[in-house]
């Protein structure tokens, strides 16, 4: 059991005025709490608009639609993690697919959460599964193999091409 196990906080009421939006304040807040105790970084990440400051009129653009709620920083794991906040028995729509899909292009991790749990578990999951990925590099690199796919010109540059006894081929001012 860890310190974690139980997050009194989870269920406390949001704290402030204005409108009250249940996923934000059941699931969004404490994730950014957990985030916090843990000394991860962790953005939110505001879609739709906002009035300005200094000018009452002007109003500001935030994120564009369906861009996910949440941008954690996970140093430990050596990503970044894009979280998007659900109530149970909700879906991701359409526009947040898409988001999904070009966060998984970039190489980022993403995680779908409905509870501070959840998100916990599937944060721990990842820890470790880039853990290990990095084990597997360095053993990878100590027997002499590489990670990095090579172009067939390189191989044959190397002389490892297709033909096993291919050489590399002299430059032409070497060749009279």
């Given at each position: 059991?860890?310190?974690?196990?139980?997050?009194?906080?989870?269920?406390?009421?949001?704290?402030?005025?204005?409108?009250?939006?249940?996923?934000?304040?059941?699931?969004?807040?404490?994730?950014?709490?957990?985030?916090?105790?843990?000394?991860?970084?962790?953005?939110?990440?505001?879609?739709?608009?906002?009035?300005?400051?200094?000018?009452?009129?002007?109003?500001?653009?935030?994120?564009?639609?369906?861009?996910?709620?949440?941008?954690?920083?996970?140093?430990?794991?050596?990503?970044?993690?894009?979280?998007?906040?659900k109530m149970p028995g909700e879906g991701l729509e359409p526009d947040q697919v898409e988001w999904g899909k070009v966060y998984r292009?970039?190489?980022?991790?993403?995680?779908?959460?409905?509870?501070?749990?959840?998100?916990?578990?599937?944060?721990?999951?990842?820890?470790?599964?880039?853990?290990?990925?990095?084990?597997?590099?360095?053993?990878?690199?100590?027997?002499?193999?590489?990670?990095?796919?090579?172009?067939?010109?390189?191989?044959?540059?190397?002389?490892?091409?297709?033909?096993?006894?291919?050489?590399?081929?002299?430059?032409?001012?070497?060749?009279?």
């Amino acid at each position: 059991m860890t310190r974690f196990d139980r997050l009194p906080w989870a269920r406390e009421q949001r704290k402030g005025g204005g409108f009250k939006n249940r996923e934000t304040s059941e699931v969004m807040e404490p994730i950014r709490e957990y985030c916090r105790r843990l000394h991860l970084r962790c953005e939110r990440n505001p879609v739709g608009m906002a009035k300005g400051v200094k000018s009452p009129d002007a109003w500001l653009r935030l994120h564009t639609r369906g861009y996910w709620d949440l941008t954690v920083y996970f140093p430990e794991a050596g990503c970044i993690v894009m979280v998007e906040c659900k109530m149970p028995g909700e879906g991701l729509e359409p526009d947040q697919v898409e988001w999904g899909k070009v966060y998984r292009a970039c190489g980022l991790e993403m995680i779908v959460a409905t509870s501070v749990h959840e998100f916990a578990a599937e944060l721990e999951y990842i820890r470790r599964r880039r853990e290990k990925e990095r084990i597997d590099d360095v053993h990878a690199i100590k027997r002499g193999e590489s990670r990095v796919p090579q172009s067939e010109a390189m191989r044959t540059l190397q002389g490892v091409g297709p033909d096993p006894g291919a050489r590399p081929v002299a430059p032409r001012s070497a060749v009279r």
